[in-house]
């Protein structure tokens, strides 16, 4: 079950800013956009009901989906989705665009001259294989009057995948990605399987050695101002110096424990017939 962001706790900010996500996501269901898969704090939302607010709209998309249709119906999809959510001046921008990613910030303001902005961002970098994609019924919350809806989503095994690429990258720090893989964790998230049959082994070999330094790099003073403002309060309280190192270990332990699980079994990029520099952690 999905808790509202009021229920939550947090400010008519945030409130509307989660409302205005949904509404999108429910727009674009209803014009059958199948071939967008759901990724990343959103889809922690549909999976786990996470408490963690975000602040983008993440997706893969499938590769029949042409440029022309993105640019056509993401801006449609948006203004619509702002307008019945009840936000005023909108504008909606495209601010990237290339052939494998796009992005798109969408700005409003409620009626009490509250300012929101958001950005949605579809990858064309592949998808993960099938059989680690999930329908999941979105059960939103009744204060924010939208109509239940299912959707594509990343399942738990990819979501790990996903978030590992993120935490690795050679020019990202960013909390979110540790915590999120903590709530994987907690949720007994298992991505083994995903990695011993899609990745090859020298990807995994290099790769393990790097997590403790990555993850130590992303400290708690990072996390106080990136991550904390959209955990919700409650939580939020729970988390300082002390308990923000606790995760990080957690993380890094079980992440090095899954990593040396699938090399055990995890056949080579020969065996593979797969590029290790194109190869990643959620199988694409």
């Given at each position: 079950?999905?808790?509202?962001?009021n229920d939550?706790?947090?400010?008519?900010d945030?409130?509307?800013?989660?409302?205005?996500?949904?509404?999108?996501?429910?727009?674009l269901?209803r014009?059958?956009?199948?071939?967008?898969i759901?990724k990343?704090g959103?889809?922690?939302?549909?999976?786990?009901?996470?408490?963690?607010?975000?602040?983008?709209?993440?997706?893969?998309?499938?590769?029949?989906v042409s440029q022309?249709?993105?640019?056509?119906?993401m801006?449609?999809?948006l203004?619509?989705?702002a307008?019945t959510a009840?936000?005023?001046?909108?504008e909606v921008?495209?601010?990237?665009?290339?052939?494998r990613?796009?992005?798109?910030?969408?700005?409003?303001?409620?009626?009490?001259?509250?300012?929101?902005?958001?950005?949605?961002e579809?990858?064309?970098?592949?998808?993960?294989p099938?059989?680690?994609i999930?329908?999941?019924?979105?059960e939103v919350p009744a204060?924010?009057?939208i109509p239940?809806f299912s959707?594509?989503?990343?399942?738990?095994?990819?979501?790990?995948?996903?978030k590992v690429?993120?935490?690795?990258?050679?020019?990202?720090?960013?909390?979110?990605?540790v915590y999120?893989l903590w709530?994987l964790?907690?949720?007994?998230?298992d991505?083994?399987?995903?990695?011993?049959g899609?990745?090859?082994?020298e990807?995994?070999?290099?790769?393990r050695?790097?997590?403790?330094s990555?993850?130590?790099?992303i400290?708690?003073?990072?996390?106080?101002?990136?991550?904390?403002p959209y955990?919700?309060?409650?939580?939020?309280?729970?988390i300082?110096?002390?308990?923000?190192?606790?995760l990080?270990?957690?993380?890094a332990e079980?992440?090095?424990?899954?990593?040396?699980?699938?090399?055990?079994?995890?056949?080579t990029?020969?065996e593979?017939d797969r590029?290790?520099?194109?190869?990643?952690?959620a199988?694409?």
């Amino acid at each position: 079950m999905i808790t509202s962001a009021n229920d939550l706790g947090f400010g008519p900010d945030a409130e509307m800013r989660d409302r205005t996500q949904m509404q999108f996501l429910a727009v674009l269901v209803r014009q059958g956009a199948s071939r967008f898969i759901l990724k990343g704090g959103m889809a922690m939302r549909a999976l786990y009901g996470s408490t963690r607010l975000t602040k983008d709209v993440d997706f893969d998309c499938e590769d029949n989906v042409s440029q022309q249709s993105m640019q056509a119906h993401m801006p449609k999809a948006l203004t619509q989705a702002a307008r019945t959510a009840g936000l005023r001046g909108i504008e909606v921008k495209q601010t990237k665009k290339a052939d494998r990613s796009n992005r798109w910030r969408i700005r409003g303001a409620t009626s009490d001259g509250v300012a929101i902005a958001w950005e949605v961002e579809v990858s064309r970098r592949g998808t993960p294989p099938a059989q680690f994609i999930e329908t999941r019924s979105f059960e939103v919350p009744a204060s924010y009057r939208i109509p239940n809806f299912s959707i594509r989503v990343y399942g738990p095994a990819a979501m790990v995948g996903g978030k590992v690429n993120a935490l690795m990258s050679d020019h990202r720090s960013v909390p979110r990605d540790v915590y999120d893989l903590w709530e994987l964790i907690r949720f007994r998230a298992d991505p083994t399987a995903l990695w011993i049959g899609f990745l090859p082994r020298e990807v995994l070999e290099h790769k393990r050695p790097l997590i403790m330094s990555k993850i130590e790099s992303i400290d708690f003073a990072l996390a106080n101002s990136e991550l904390l403002p959209y955990l919700a309060p409650d939580v939020r309280a729970r988390i300082d110096e002390t308990r923000w190192d606790e995760l990080r270990l957690q993380v890094a332990e079980q992440l090095e424990r899954w990593m040396s699980e699938a090399i055990l079994k995890a056949r080579t990029s020969k065996e593979l017939d797969r590029d290790p520099d194109d190869a990643d952690f959620a199988g694409r």
